[in-house]
């Protein structure tokens, strides 16, 4: 009887302990191709994190459900780097059991799918087509609502953009440090990137103590949202003499010569994630705050790290090109919590108790 009671102790200490969280991420989906018709054909690739950290429960399957007709899948298990790609199957559900995806914490789980289909014929215009739903089912093949992710695209041309009013510009000057002044408003110091600029021609002038003045006339226009101005300044060279703008992207005074600008030796990178906010991490060192504008960056590869309180932390590489202005746009990942794990643990600690003194007292 003893040993009855502490083997049913410990089942109820297990199921209270056992979170009902989703332990999966969703993450590089592409659409081939990107603009999509009824009857057209498409092929969706995704990448689903599966366990990093957190193991996958092999009690519980991972479940894919597509609205395409005529599907075909094919996946791949990746385990710590290594890859077994399973046979192709047809069908508009595909189901992975937990025992083929449970691994301890420390082993990283990825899962590479790859599905062809056709949108179906009648599906209407302008409609957001579920491609792939990712979903876990658990030990009684029941849907976790709270793990059910959707891959939308939308489906026929999509809206045109419509016609942006306001630009940016990004100023450099050697040495920095210069007043930037726009329209003789004092809008910062170099480098700095103006933003919401209004379409149209501007005056930018930066002034530095013991330099002259440098005056540069700028053209906003929707299909130029960001202009580029690399001002050189030297005290011995008169500014009507300094260098100009690229002539694609800045217009100057008439009249006044504009020499051939030196070859740009640096480039920039533009971050945006969403949400806002995220610390901007660029080779370990911090920039600056999401969106942000980052000057000067050799050329070459750069690793990005995105920091921000309640989101997994994001890190990539990127390339950074000479004289342009590399655009870097994602979006965070909440950080995966278990809700009230301390409560369940103290659940679960009283109800051994109260077992085990069950069981004493059947036993004397």
Known sequence: MHTSC?????????????????????????????????????????????????????????????????????????????????????????????????????????????????????????????LITVQELDARSRVITSSVTEIRHLIGKPTPTPTPEYGQIVITSEPEGANVFLDNTLRGITPVTLKAVSNGRHTVTLRLEGYEDVVREVTVTADSPQVIASLARQSSIPATDSPSVPATAVQETPGTPAPQPAAATTGSLSITTTPPGALVFIDGQMKGISPATIPGLSPGPHKIRLVLDGYQDFETSTEIAAGSTSEFVTGLSTRKTVPGFETVTALAAVSLVLIVLCCRKRDS
């Open 6 to 130: 502490l083997k049913w102790g410990a089942f109820l200490v297990l199921l209270l302990l056992v979170p009902c969280v989703t332990a999966f991420s969703v993450s590089s989906t592409t659409v081939d191709p990107t603009i999509l018709n009824p009857g057209d054909s498409v092929n969706v690739t995704t990448k689903v994190y599966v366990a990093s950290g957190t193991p996958f429960s092999a009690f519980d399957d991972l479940q894919f459900v597509t609205t395409l007709d005529d599907p075909v899948w094919v996946y791949t298990v990746i385990i710590g780097g290594v890859e077994n790609t399973r046979p192709a199957d047809r069908g508009k559900i595909l189901t992975i059991g937990g025992y083929e995806l449970s691994y301890p914490a420390n082993e990283e789980v990825v899962v590479d799918i790859a599905l062809k289909g056709q949108v179906p014929a009648a599906t209407p215009e302008g409609t957001e087509l579920p």
